[in-house]
């Protein structure tokens, strides 16, 4: 039997991705964020609120870069999700990871993220449920510790995590259980 929750933003899983600009003064700003995703081939829409500093430095910067967080900086990038830098101007340097400077981009990239996608702002719509923010990718970077040995990029080795809105938690992913569009290719009928 199934029970009613009524209107929850309940789907899982949901990605933990790490938004990285630049302040007015050329700090380093991130913030981790669930809502968003790619939506098109070379397109990715960010839900934001707009009272986050890092919309402010989208205005401004029309720049930002896109990272995947893994495992092993699961305490700094939460805490780059709790802190807001409009309160904490330092927070980046409190979070104990490093950036450079993207060569793509006007926005940080931080180090320690295996997977990073530099974009550049396309659009920004405020919509009735918030900010919507539409990036052009114009570049991916991956670690080499998360190549195969083909040189393509390994999801298992991300070391990435999700987000479970239902109970506030981060679950690891990366087990690789089948291909896509092969494992249901028994049930085809001719």
Request: glycine share 8%.
């Amino acid at each position: 039997m199934m029970k009613d929750f009524g209107v929850r933003p309940y789907l899982y899983p949901m990605p933990t991705y790490m938004i990285g600009t630049y302040n007015e003064d050329d700090t380093v700003d991130v913030m981790m964020m669930a809502w968003g995703g790619i939506c098109a081939e070379d397109m990715v829409a960010l839900n934001l609120d707009s009272g986050h500093k890092t919309a402010a430095n989208l205005e401004t910067r029309k720049a930002f870069t896109l990272s995947v967080p893994g495992v092993d900086t699961m305490a700094a990038s939460d805490y780059l999700g709790i802190v807001s830098g409009n309160k904490v101007p330092d927070k980046f340097a409190r979070s104990g990871l490093h950036a450079v400077k993207s060569q793509r981009v006007d926005a940080p990239v931080i180090t320690e993220y295996p997977l990073t996608l530099e974009c550049q702002v396309v659009e920004m719509q405020q919509q009735p449920y918030g900010l919507r923010v539409l990036g052009r990718i114009v570049n991916v970077m991956a670690d080499e510790k998360v190549l195969d040995s083909d040189g393509r990029i390994d999801a298992a080795k991300l070391n990435a995590f999700a987000f479970d809105q239902m109970r506030n938690g981060y679950y690891a992913m990366g087990q690789h259980l089948d291909q896509a569009w092969h494992a249901g290719a028994p049930l085809m009928k001719d």
